[in-house]
């Protein structure tokens, strides 16, 4: 139970003491919208239903607008090795039509050690949000995501390597990301996820946005990198690995 607030099936009206529970539940449905509050919530969360997931600064752009307090979302355990079997993201997405706004996904969970420092950050988590089974129509959009080992977001059809589109990764705030080992990237999609990525702010990170391994046409209209800033110690934006039936992203305005 986070803080004391409680999460919310809006379309229900149902009360859950955890995001991961409203989620689970077996009246949470596709297409519902899941509330939570501010507060603390210490979760892995894997995204198993089509929803909208709202923290309560779902409407304000971190980079533009005045938040209110966060629901701030932290790692269980540690792991910090993007090549070890049981790493993944805080916030894991397995299906289309998920939509998440408004929350602070922080990879440094105070009550954790790992040892791993990337600025002043004691890191346990490789990246924030993710999804690797084929996903689309995804918008993330609100966030501020921050603290990890290897990336902020991180969209890979990998095991559906299908092409995917209405995908949107949009106002976010993305800080501190970095890597002994070469990645650090803020924004990376590839094997064909075809996305928006527009109008975020990434700091302090070593690769602002990055594609990767793109072969097949993209089947909708998403697929532009735009107005962002960032702020890197290596690369801004790497578009790499396009070829066969790729289609061309669009990159202007950062």
């Known amino acids: 139970n986070p803080d004391g607030n409680i999460v919310t099936n809006v379309d229900t009206g149902e009360l859950f003491c955890s995001i991961q529970a409203a989620i689970d539940d077996a009246d949470t449905l596709d297409g519902h919208t899941i509330s939570a509050p ?27 607008g005045t938040r209110g307090a966060e629901a701030v979302i932290v790692p269980t355990f540690t792991d910090t090795d993007p090549y ?39 890191v346990d988590a490789i990246e924030g949000i993710g999804g690797y089974e084929g996903v689309g129509q995804i918008v993330i959009e609100n966030n501020v995501l921050q603290n990890f ?20 990764i949009r106002f976010n705030k993305i800080h501190n990301i970095s890597s002994t080992i070469g990645f650090g990237i803020g924004v990376v999609v590839q094997n064909n996820f075809y996305a928006d990525i527009t109008d975020n ?35 801004g934006i790497f578009h790499n690995l396009a070829y066969s039936d790729a289609s061309p992203f669009t990159i202007s305005g950062n």
């Open 38 to 64: 501010a507060g603390v919530y210490v979760e892995n969360i894997t995204v198993s239903k089509a929803l909208t997931l709202e923290g309560p600064n779902a409407a304000v752009n971190p980079n533009t």
């Open 84 to 122: 070890s079997p049981t790493s993944s993201a805080v916030i894991y997405i397995e299906v289309d039509g998920v939509t998440l706004r408004g929350f602070t996904v922080d990879g440094d969970n105070p009550n954790l050690t790992s040892g791993v420092l990337v600025g002043t950050a004691d």
């Open 149 to 168: 080992s290897y990336a902020g977001l991180d969209f890979s059809n990998d095991a559906d390597t299908s092409a995917t589109t209405d995908n949107h």
């Open 201 to 235: 702010v990434l700091t302090a990170v070593r690769v602002g946005v990055q594609t990767g391994n793109f072969y097949r046409a993209n089947p909708g209209t998403t697929a532009s990198i735009s107005n962002n800033s960032i702020e890197t110690s290596r690369r």
